[in-house]
């Protein structure tokens, strides 16, 4: 209204009310002039303003009420989905975080305030990923930590050196993979794939389960995938077949060894769910989308080859 200089909640016809909700959108702090007068500061476009910008984003005092449709859809983005959540004060642990869906899952969650740790087993990368996340906000709280699932001790001592710190754990996303890898056995002599995919993350949720139930309400997310359905791991007489776990070389294809780690983070969210949960911790796995284009497919030429003419028609990072 500029005849009285105010604004008007009340719809003069229908008398609908509007109001503000929520938190700032991405990259909006809210400071005090030297008058006390509140002024928003917009990081993004470097400009500040006496007018909050949340006014673009009011809503119903009197909702409607809500539709059947889903709220969010393929073509969301991380940013949308927590567009007005505030994380601060939540610690989250992120593995694999230094690129594709774990570096844009750390940088999400470090720009709406939660302090975020990526877990990479490269050191070097893990502190570009962060240097990249603090250009986009220089107040996010992010660390690089060295984790290699390859190396049960390396898991060992990440988790010692997180508990060390002493905060919480809200949020355990076991997102790290490895795709198309020719055999190979770790130092712990077992199949690469099923110990980096699997068994390096269930033996971390393992050390740090105690972490998890002290910070309830808690939650592990397993990044899994669709390929878990494309296998199997029982043997003829519908017992648990563990040589198809870590198979010999003379036994090992690439494609199937991973379908089997999926189908592991699968079995092992639904169970960790179902022991954890009356303690206040969740567990769910999660299908991220087909063929996402990341470097997950950088071990063979053929299988970039075929994320590459597929990259059309998925979802981009």
Not at 203 to 222: F, H, N, T
Not at 263 to 286: A, D, K
Request: aromatic share 10%.
């Amino acid at each position: 209204s500029h005849l009285e200089e105010k604004t008007q909640w009340e719809h003069p016809k229908s008398g609908k009310r509007k109001r503000v909700a929520g938190g700032l959108p991405y990259g909006w702090e809210q400071e005090t002039d030297e008058n006390g007068q509140v002024y928003f500061v917009d990081h993004i476009n470097k400009r500040t303003t006496y007018l909050d910008p949340r006014l673009a984003f009011t809503v119903e005092d009197n909702p409607v009420k809500p539709t059947t449709r889903q709220k969010y859809d393929g073509n969301s983005t991380a940013m949308e989905i927590l567009q007005g959540r505030d994380l601060s004060g939540k610690v989250v642990i992120i593995t694999g975080a230094n690129s594709g869906i774990g570096f844009e899952t750390a940088k999400s969650l470090a720009l709406h305030g939660a302090y975020v740790i990526l877990a990479c087993r490269n050191t070097s990368r893990g502190n570009d990923a962060v240097q990249r996340i603090l250009v986009e906000w220089h107040k996010a709280k992010v660390e690089a930590m060295t984790l290699d699932l390859a190396s049960l001790q390396s898991v060992q001592r990440f988790a010692e050196a997180f508990k060390s710190k002493n905060v919480p754990l809200h949020i355990l996303i076991c997102n790290a993979a490895v795709f198309g890898a020719p055999w190979c056995l770790t130092e712990d002599g077992l199949e690469s794939t099923f110990q980096v995919n699997h068994l390096g993350h269930f033996y971390l949720v393992q050390l740090l389960e105690d972490v998890l139930r002290q910070s309830s309400p808690a939650r592990v997310v397993m990044v899994s995938s669709e390929s878990h359905r494309f296998t199997e791991i029982k043997d003829s007489s519908g017992k648990l077949d563990f040589s198809l776990l870590s198979p010999s070389k003379k036994e090992y294809w690439a494609m199937l060894a991973y379908n089997r780690s999926k189908l592991c983070n699968i079995l092992f969210s639904n169970e960790l769910n179902r022991r954890l949960s009356p303690h206040g911790v969740t567990s769910n796995s999660v299908h991220p989308g087909n063929m996402i284009y990341s470097s997950i497919h950088r071990n063979w030429w053929v299988y970039t080859l075929l994320f590459t003419l597929a990259r059309p028609f998925t979802k981009s990072m």
